[in-house]
């Protein structure tokens, strides 16, 4: 029941920033994961960061420190900020609705997954082209 509308992509230099958003209707669980996911011919898809209904995020190795997960309750809008990108982050990202969680033992606590088995809503895609 709950739809996602993403933007924000585009193409940018090595080294330049774009910020991803992601808005929310319908009917969504006070309990929930919003995640994003990059997918780019030939490779994997992966999950690349997640925030949680309480603003807890967990990213990638392959981001930390360059994107942050941030949400807009008032709004029902989430962002991925992307700095310092890279030409291997190009990519088709989306923004997803799960449920799926996991105990992070050095938080001591729960966060989403990055890449859960379900899940409950995509984004249509947002393309991120980064050049050298």
């Known amino acids: 029941q709950v739809q996602l509308v993403e933007s924000g992509g585009g193409s940018v230099q090595a080294g330049g920033s774009l910020r991803l958003s992601c808005a929310a209707s319908g009917y969504m669980y006070s309990t929930y994961c919003m995640g994003w996911f990059r997918q780019s011919p030939g490779k994997e898809r992966e999950g690349v960061a997640a925030?949680?209904?309480?603003?807890?995020?967990t990213y990638a190795d392959s981001v930390k420190g360059r994107f942050t997960a941030t949400q807009d309750n008032a709004k029902n809008t989430r962002y991925l900020q992307m700095n310092s990108l890279k030409p291997e982050d190009t990519a088709m990202y989306y923004c997803?609705?799960?449920?799926?969680?996991?105990?992070?033992?050095?938080?001591?606590?729960?966060?989403?997954?990055?890449?859960?088995?379900?899940?409950?809503?995509w984004g249509q895609g947002t393309l991120v082209t980064v050049s050298s």
């Open positions: 997803v609705v799960h449920t799926e969680m996991s105990l992070d033992a050095g938080l001591g606590i729960a966060v989403c997954r990055l890449n859960p088995v379900a899940v409950d809503a």
């Open positions: 925030i949680d209904s309480d603003g807890t995020t």
